[in-house]
C-alpha cells in the first residue's frame, strides 16, 4: 500500500529522521558493545581495570569448566522456555486471529497489559502465590489435598514457570500478526479442495505462519538466555544462569573483564544457536520432506 | 463421469469443529488465567491487615496504603519512575518514528543495515545491555567525570525502548497510502503543511500507542534501572530491593498502585488504534 | 483532416505545451522525446496499454516527476523546477487520494486553505462546489469512507476544481467502478468540462471512455507518442496497425501494392479480392508499392444479397458468433484462412450459422491502407 521511494542515503531528508537513531545505537549500543569486546582482553589488579592487553580472561573463561556447565544450563533452560512458549502461544494466537471476534480486543488488550506491566512485580505475585503458605496451598487445601501440594518454589520448575510467563505474550504477538496476515480465501480454498478443518490448518495455516513462528522462537531464545530475575527471585539462586553469574562477577567479584567475556561469550552461543537452527531449517525445507 | 471420490476425513466435520473450538477457547482462557495469577495475588495481598505475607489474611484494610502514602522512599521512587518514563517516552518516540519512517517509506543502499541497528536492541538480553551501558559509563563517567543516575538511566531506557517505538510506528507507516501526500501536494501544500496536515494526523494512532507503550515499558522496567540508576531508585528497583530484604504488604500495595495507570493506558491506546482502523 | 503528428489543429496559443520530455528510470526508458500541445479548454485524453508511459506523461504535467531533458510549459510559463504544488493544476487520483481523516467539507476545502482563504468563503465556495457536483449538503459532515464510490469520485473531482486550476489532470479515476456507475460519471465530466470550461487531461486505458469523452485522443506505447487526432481520425484513419487494434476490434488484411501514383494506388489480395483502386485519400502517407494491410471496421461489412454488388465482397465462413446485445459480432475465415471479423446489427434471424458461408462487401470509401506485412 504504502510506495517505496527511492533515496540516495546522502538525501537530507532520509538523513535527518535516520540521524537519530544511528546516533543513539552507535554511541549508546554499538559503541559499549565494542567497548565490552575489548576489556575481555585486559586484565584486573586489585579490583581495579588496568588498561593492559592480555588473553589472561580468555584462558580463564577456557579452561574453567564451571562456567561452561552454567552456560549448558542456560541454554537447555532457554530452549525448553521457547518450546513451551510456542506450544501454549499458538492456539491463543490462532484463537485471537480466527475466533473471538467479539471479545478480541478485550483479549489484546488484557495480554498487553500483563506483558507490559513490570516483570519484578509479576515475578513476586509468582512468589506469593507458590508460597508454602501462598495462595495456592491455601486454594489446594480448599479444594482438599493435604499438605503442601504446591511446593516448586525455589526449584528449576519455578524458574520456567516465571520465564514462560514473562516471554510468553512476545510468541502470541508474533504469531498472531503473521495468521491475521494469511488470506482467509486460502483456506477456504484448501476446505474446496476437500481438507478437512485440522487438514487445512496442518498443510495451509501452519505453513504460512512459520514467519511468526520463527521471529518469535528467535526473540524469546535471546531474551531468555539473559534471564537473571526468574532464577534468583523464583529459582532462589540455588542453579545460577548465566546472567546471575554475569552480574556476580561485576558486582560481586568486581572483575569487568572476566564479566565483560562472560558476556560476550553468552551472546556470541546465543546468536550461534540462532543461526545453526536457521541452517538446518533452511536446509530441510530445501531438500524437501525427505 | 463420477470423479474421484470425496476424501474422508479421520473425524465428521462437526466433531471436529467442536473439537477445535473446545482447544482454542481453552488456550485462550487458561493463559488469561495464567497471566492474571500473579497479578490478582498481589492484589488481594495488598489488602492484608498483618504484616506477614501469608494466607489465611488477619484481615482486610487498607492499613498498608496508608503506610504507602507516608513513606518518602515509595513517593521518591514513584516520582523517579515517572520523571525516567515520561522523558525516556518522548525520545524513544520521537526516534523510534523517524526510523519507522526511514526504514518502511525508503529503499536505500544502507537500508538493511540502518534497520538492523535501529532494531538492534530489540534481541538483546535487557540485563546484559543494562551491564555492556555501565562499563560504558563507568569508562565515560572516569574520563568525563560524572556518574550514573537518572540521565544514565533514562539513556538505556531510550536505547531499549525506542525500537519497540520503531516497530509499532512501522505498522502505521506500511499502511499509510503515500499518494495522499502526493495529493495534498498538488492541493498546493509545502512540506510542512505536508506533514502538518497529513502525514502526522494519520500517523498519530501508531504514534500515540508507540507513546503508550514506550511509556509503559519504561515504567515498568527493573533490569536497565537496576544496572544504571545509580543511587536512584524507581518503583521496580525499590520492590526488587525490598523482597531481598524481606517482604511486607508494603510491596503488593505498590503494585496495585502501579498497575492503575497501566491499565488506564493500554485501554486508551487500544481504542486510539480502533478508531483510526 | 488536417491533423499532424503532435500539434493541435487552429493557432490558439497552447495551454500546454511539452517539448521533448525524456525520462528515464535507471536503465528503463519510461519517455522517450514526448511532445504534446494541448490548447486551452480542450479535452484530451491520453490512451495506451499499460506501461505506455501516460501516467509518467501526467505526473511530469502535475509536477510529482521531472524529466531528463525537455521542456514543459503551462500558459506559457515554463514549469521545470516548480514543485507540484506550486504549478495550476490540479489532479485526481487513481485512487482519489481522499485525507481519510477529514470530512467531505474538509477535504473539498483543502486547496483554499492552504492558499489562506478566510473560512467564511472557503465554506461558501465548497457549497458551490458541492452544487457544482450534484453532492447532498449533508454529506459535507461525513468522511470519505461513509461514501459510495460514485460519491467519493465527486468530492475528489470538487476538490480538484475548488482552486480552480487552469488545467485538470486525471489519472485513470474511473477505471475502478463497475460499468454502470462509469456511464453515469462520464456523462457527468462531459457536462462538468462543458459547463466549467477547464483544460482536461485525462488518462485511461479505456477506448471507449476516450472516444466518448474527448476532443482529442493521443495514443501512446513504450513511451512515444504514436498519434494525436479527433477520435474518428483516430478510429478510421489510424497512424498504423498498432493503433488500429488497439483501438477496438479491426480487420487488416494483408494486400499487395502493385502501383502507386498521384491519384492512389492499385492493390490486390490474392485469393480474396482481385485488383482495386484506393485513392490517396485513404492511404497513409507515403505509402510504396509491396506488401500492405487494408484496414476495415467490423461494423462497416454488410451481407450481399445474391445479385448484390459492392466494392469489396469476399467470402467467409463462420466460426463463432457473439450477440453483443445491439450488435452480433459474427469470427469467420476467408477464403484463404486469414480471420474475418464482421459486426451486423441484432435482429430475430441470423443471416448464416456457425460453418455456413455468407458473402460479405464493403464500400471504397470505408477502408484505409496503410503499411506494413506483419506490424502490431
Known amino acids: 500500500m504504502s510506495a517505496v521511494i527511492d533515496r540516495s542515503w546522502r538525501d537530507p531528508a532520509l538523513l535527518g529522521k535516520a540521524l537519530p537513531a544511528v546516533l543513539l545505537q552507535t554511541t549508546c549500543f554499538l559503541a559499549p558493545l ?78 498487553t497489559f500483563a ?36 511446593n516448586i518454589l525455589f526449584t528449576d520448575w519455578a524458574t520456567m514457570l516465571g520465564m514462560v510467563y514473562n516471554l510468553l505474550a512476545f510468541a502470541i504477538f508474533t504469531i498472531y500478526l503473521s495468521i ?96 545453526l537452527f536457521n541452517r538446518v531449517y533452511s536446509l530441510k525445507r530445501h531438500l524437501g520432506p525427505a | ?127 546484559l545491555l543494562g551491564i555492556v551501558l555501565l562499563l560504558w559509563f563507568s569508562v565515560l563517567g572516569r574520563q568525563f567525570n560524572f556518574n550514573t543516575g537518572l540521565v544514565t538511566a533514562i539513556i538505556g531506557h531510550v536505547v531499549y525502548i525506542a525500537p519497540f517505538a520503531m516497530v509499532i510506528v512501522a505498522v502505521q507507516v506500511f499502511n499509510f497510502d503515500a499518494t495522499l501526500e502526493d495529493a495534498a501536494r498538488d492541493c498546493g501544500a509545502s512540506n510542512w503543511a505536508v506533514y502538518r496536515y497529513i502525514t502526522l494526523p494519520l500517523l498519530w494512532p501508531g504514534i500515540f500507542s508507540a507513546a503508550i507503550f514506550s511509556f509503559l515499558l519504561s515504567w515498568g522496567n527493573f533490569y536497565l534501572t537496576y544496572s544504571l540508576s ?46 483510526a482502523a | 483532416m488536417n491533423w499532424n503528428r503532435n500539434g493541435m489543429t487552429g493557432q490558439v496559443a497552447p495551454i500546454l505545451d511539452i517539448r521533448d520530455i525524456r525520462k528515464s528510470f535507471g536503465a528503463y ?29 501526467l505526473k511530469h504535467v502535475a509536477g510529482f516527476e521531472e524529466p531528463d531533458s525537455g521542456a514543459i510549459a503551462i500558459d506559457g510559463q515554463d514549469m521545470l523546477g516548480v514543485p507540484a504544488a506550486a504549478r495550476p493544476t490540479s489532479m485526481v487520483f487513481q485512487k482519489l487520494a481522499l485525507f481519510p481523516h477529514m470530512s467531505v467539507a474538509d477535504n473539498i476545502g483543502f486547496p483554499l486553505k492552504l492558499r489562506k482563504v478566510d473560512a467564511g468563503t472557503i465554506a461558501k465556495r465548497v457549497m458551490a462546489m458541492i452544487e457544482l457536483m450534484q453532492l447532498k449538503p449533508e454529506y459535507l459532515t461525513r468522511f470519505p469512507r461513509q461514501l459510495s464510490g460514485g460519491e467519493q469520485q465527486r468530492v475528489a473531482l470538487a476538490r480538484s476544481m475548488i482552486s480552480e486550476p487552469k488545467l485538470l489532470l486525471l489519472d485513470e479515476p474511473l477505471s475502478a467502478l463497475d460499468v454502470k456507475l462509469k456511464k453515469v460519471l462520464q456523462a457527468e465530466l462531459k457536462r462538468l468540462h462543458r459547463s466549467v470550461g477547464v483544460t482536461f487531461v485525462h488518462v485511461t486505458h479505456d477506448l471507449e471512455e476516450a472516444m466518448m469523452l474527448a476532443d482529442r485522443i493521443c495514443v501512446m506505447r513504450a513511451g512515444e507518442i504514436l498519434q494525436v487526432g479527433q477520435p474518428n481520425d483516430i478510429y478510421y484513419r489510424p497512424a498504423d ?45 507515403g505509402l510504396l508499392a509491396g506488401p500492405a494491410q487494408l484496414m476495415v471496421r467490423p461494423e462497416l461489412l454488410a451481407p450481399l444479397e445474391s445479385d448484390g454488388r459492392a466494392d469489396f465482397e469476399l467470402d467467409a465462413r463462420v466460426s463463432e458468433i457473439f450477440s453483443k446485445g445491439g450488435t452480433v459480432q459474427y469470427r469467420a475465415q476467408l477464403t484463404d484462412g486469414s480471420p474475418l471479423i464482421f459486426e451486423l446489427a441484432g435482429s430475430s434471424t441470423q443471416p448464416a450459422g456457425i460453418g455456413e458461408t455468407i458473402r460479405l462487401g464493403f464500400a471504397n470509401r470505408d477502408i484505409y491502407l496503410f503499411q506494413g506485412g506483419n506490424a502490431g
Open chain 1, 34 to 111: 565494542l567497548m565490552t569486546i575489548a576489556l575481555t582482553f585486559q586484565r584486573t589488579r586489585d579490583f581495579q581495570l588496568s588498561w593492559t592487553w592480555s588473553l589472561h580472561t580468555w584462558t580463564d573463561v577456557f579452561t574453567k569448566a564451571h562456567y561452561w556447565t552454567i552456560l549448558g544450563h542456560t541454554l537447555f533452560m532457554a530452549t525448553l522456555c521457547v518450546a513451551l512458549c510456542l506450544l501454549i502461544a499458538f492456539p491463543v494466537a490462532y484463537a485471537l486471529a480466527s475466533r473471538l471476534r467479539a471479545f478480541q480486543n478485550h483479549v489484546k488488550v488484557l495480554i
Open chain 1, 115 to 150: 506483558f507490559l506491566t513490570d516483570a519484578t512485580l509479576k515475578t513476586f505475585g509468582w512468589v506469593l502465590f507458590l508460597d508454602k503458605n501462598g495462595a495456592a496451598n491455601y486454594l489446594a487445601r480448599g479444594l482438599g489435598f493435604e499438605g503442601d501440594a504446591v
Open chain 1, 180 to 275: 491475521d496476515e494469511i488470506d482467509r480465501s486460502l483456506v477456504l480454498a484448501a476446505y474446496d479442495a476437500g481438507a478437512s478443518k485440522f487438514r487445512a490448518f496442518w498443510e495451509v495455516t501452519l505453513p504460512l505462519a512459520r514467519p511468526g513462528i520463527w521471529a518469535g522462537a528467535v526473540l524469546i531464545f535471546l531474551l531468555a538466555v539473559g534471564v537473571f530475575l526468574e532464577p534468583k527471585v523464583l529459582g532462589g539462586g540455588k542453579s545460577p544462569m548465566s546472567a546471575e553469574l554475569i552480574r556476580q562477577t561485576f558486582e560481586t567479584r568486581v572483575n569487568w573483564p572476566l564479566g565483560a567475556a562472560l558476556t560476550m561469550v553468552l551472546m556470541t552461543v546465543a546468536v550461534f544457536v540462532v543461526l
Open chain 2, 1 to 127: 463421469m463420477t470423479g474421484y471420490p470425496q476424501p474422508t476425513p479421520w473425524l465428521n466435520a462437526r466433531a471436529e469443529a467442536r473439537l477445535a473450538d473446545v482447544l482454542l477457547y481453552g488456550a485462550t482462557g487458561a493463559v488469561l488465567l495464567f497471566f492474571y495469577i500473579p497479578i490478582f495475588t498481589l492484589i488481594a495481598f495488598s489488602f492484608q491487615e498483618g504484616r506477614f505475607l501469608t494466607l489465611p489474611f488477619e484481615g482486610f484494610s487498607l492499613r498498608w496504603y496508608g503506610e504507602l502514602f507516608r513513606n518518602s522512599n515509595a513517593g521518591n521512587a514513584l516520582w523517579n519512575s515517572t520523571l525516567i518514563a515520561v522523558v525516556a517516552m518522548v525520545f524513544a518516540t520521537l526516534i523510534g518514528t523517524l526510523a519507522a519512517i526511514v526504514a518502511v517509506r525508503y529503499r536505500f543502499r544502507l537500508r538493511i543495515p540502518f534497520t538492523g541497528l535501529a532494531a538492534a536492541p530489540l534481541a538483546f538480553p535487557q540485563l
Open chain 2, 230 to 275: 545509580g543511587a536512584a531508585r524507581t518503583l521496580p528497583t525499590f520492590v526488587f530491593s525490598g523482597i531481598a530484604t524481606g517482604s511486607s504488604p508494603l510491596y503488593p500495595a505498590i503494585a496495585t498502585v502501579v498497575f492503575i495507570p497501566g491499565i488506564l493506558l493500554v485501554i486508551l491506546a487500544d481504542r486510539m488504534r480502533r478508531r
Open chain 3, 29 to 57: 526508458q519510461a519517455l522517450k522525446g514526448v511532445s504534446l500541445s494541448v490548447a486551452p479548454g480542450e479535452f484530451l485524453a491520453l490512451v495506451g496499454p499499460s506501461g505506455c508511459g501516460k501516467t509518467t506523461l
Open chain 3, 241 to 285: 496497425a498498432f493503433v488500429a487494434g488497439f483501438i477496438g476490434d479491426t480487420n487488416l488484411l494483408p494486400v499487395e501494392i502493385r502501383s502507386v501514383d498521384a491519384a492512389g494506388a492499385a492493390v490486390a489480395a490474392p485469393g480474396i479480392f482481385g485488383e482495386a483502386r484506393i485513392s490517396a485519400a485513404l492511404m497513409a502517407p
